[in-house]
């Protein structure tokens, strides 16, 4: 089943997006922009407990990457990441990341042997400078502390040499019977919106509690959050602040009410688990139990969430060109400082196989609908049957998010999924395609429900490889 609980998480400012432009992995999503694609969510497993574990099935522990370096084209795209070295303890570990991008190295040593007559000594001190050049190399320390049976202190920090300061976390959580309680601080924080463009705020502060998913379906949450400083666009380009990311206090609560059916399903059996041949009997499980049962159903998610701001919240929108080659500015935009919403997902879920055998054992579709901000909509469907003239500023949560899942197995535990967003706004003549994402995932029996999960966005042209576990 798709991730109905995204609607909700989407409106807060910690839903974490797989980036590889930070060595922790995440970066967060703008918070009241329409739903990101499921594919697009990071592991739940902190990176560097996805590096010690995939560095066993890679060459020398290094795990390749894939991401521009905003305003550093030189580097390249290409990285490589590895856990350098972690110390356990009873209660606390301490972990150390390195990353290095080689085209630059590479580039420059091959300028210098092109240049020179003869190896000497001199041309091999010039090729040994290149790798000092710090701007190859970034590097994270990342240290987990448990204070209680359920509470833990999370500590990381990380420097890029081609960028300036360090980006350095903390995070408190502790768990009671049927919440978490999180308080967070990042300096900067790392956000991603819709449109794939990354921002940092100088510094981001929440406190959340959010409640466990009941048996009845419902679940609220509500926090305090806080931005201060000037939203930086990472690519130093003139684009429109997000309006959520602007410097003020946010205090914030939604609720949820899920339900799901199954249309059919069968039932897993002894015969499926348990195999008898010529030799005895072999036990053969689901390479992932969340994908051993073919069946239909569908779901839905409804809910409401509601907002009071405090401070700033103005900004002075980029000057826009016009046709004709004059320019204007659009003038200032400022938030409201109460704000309340319903918010809505319906999804449909078919499923082919048991995803056992070798071969044509797993295909699925998921199709989810969603409805980010049901009263804008509202206003743009009233306004259509008006005949209202639009100003020519689409607003996206406006618009009915189609979002589309497909996988396929390839062969035993691979499989290949695509991930898709189509926008369906009434002002625009038919579907029209958002984000895109491709994976191949490779699923790990022994863990009952985990996978190595290669992706890559052609939006965002990023990739990476992650450990994903118990993803729906």
């Not at 987990?144 to 500590?155: E, H, K, P, W, Y």
């Not at 919106?193 to 509690?209: F, I, N």
């Amino acid at each position: 089943m798709a991730k109905l609980r995204t609607a909700m998480d989407a409106a807060f400012w910690d839903l974490n997006i797989s980036t590889p432009q930070a060595l922790d992995g995440i970066s967060r999503a703008v918070p009241g922009e329409p739903i990101p694609l499921d594919g697009t969510r990071a592991s739940r497993a902190l990176r560097i407990q996805q590096l010690s574990l995939l560095g066993n099935g890679f060459p020398l522990g290094i795990i390749p990457s894939y991401s521009p370096s905003a305003n550093h084209k030189e580097l390249g795209s290409f990285a490589l990441q590895s856990l350098l070295g972690k110390v356990a303890f009873r209660n606390w570990w301490l972990g150390l990341i390195g990353q290095f991008r080689p085209k630059k190295l590479i580039s420059s040593i091959s300028a210098e042997i092109r240049g020179a007559d003869e190896w000497e000594i001199p041309l091999i001190k010039d090729v040994a400078k290149h790798f000092l050049d710090k701007s190859l190399y970034a590097v994270g320390l990342c240290s987990q502390i448990s204070l209680t049976s359920s509470s833990s202190l999370l500590l990381s920090t990380e420097k890029h040499g081609e960028r300036k300061g360090r980006h350095t976390r903390a995070m408190l959580l502790h768990r009671l019977p049927d919440h978490d309680i999180t308080l967070e601080a990042a300096w900067p924080e790392l956000f991603i919106d819709h449109k794939g463009k990354y921002w940092e705020v100088p510094e981001s502060v929440s406190l959340d509690c959010s409640s466990l998913v009941s048996e009845s379906g419902l679940r609220y949450r509500f926090g305090i959050h806080r931005n201060s400083g000037p939203p930086q666009s990472v690519d130093s380009s003139n684009s429109n602040t997000p309006l959520t990311l602007l410097p003020g206090a946010c205090a914030k609560a939604a609720f949820s009410y899920e339900k799901n059916k199954d249309l059919w399903r069968q039932k897993e059996t002894k015969e499926d688990v348990i195999i008898e041949t010529d030799k005895g009997q072999f036990w053969r499980p689901s390479y992932d139990i969340r994908l051993r049962e073919p069946h239909a159903a569908v779901s839905g998610i409804i809910g409401g969430t509601c907002a009071a701001w405090f401070g700033g919240g103005k900004h002075l929108l980029a000057v826009e060109s016009m046709e004709d080659g004059d320019s204007i500015s659009a003038g200032a935009k400022s938030r409201s400082r109460f704000g309340a919403d319903l918010f809505g997902s319906a999804c449909y879920t078919f499923q082919h196989g048991k995803f056992r055998k070798l071969l044509g054992d797993l295909t699925r579709i998921d199709a989810r609908l969603d409805i980010s901000s049901a009263s804008t909509l509202a206003k743009k469907v009233s306004n259509l049957f008006r005949s209202a003239s639009n100003n020519g500023a689409q607003n996206l949560l406006s618009s009915v998010g189609l979002n589309l899942i497909f996988q396929q197995q390839v062969a035993g535990p691979i499989v290949f999924r695509v991930d898709s967003k189509f926008s369906l706004d009434s002002s625009s003549r038919g579907p029209q395609l958002e984000d895109l994402v491709y994976s191949l995932n490779y699923s790990l029996r022994l863990l009952r429900s985990g996978k190595v999960v290669a992706w890559y966005s052609p939006k965002r042209k990023e990739g990476m490889i992650e450990l994903r576990l118990f993803e729906f």
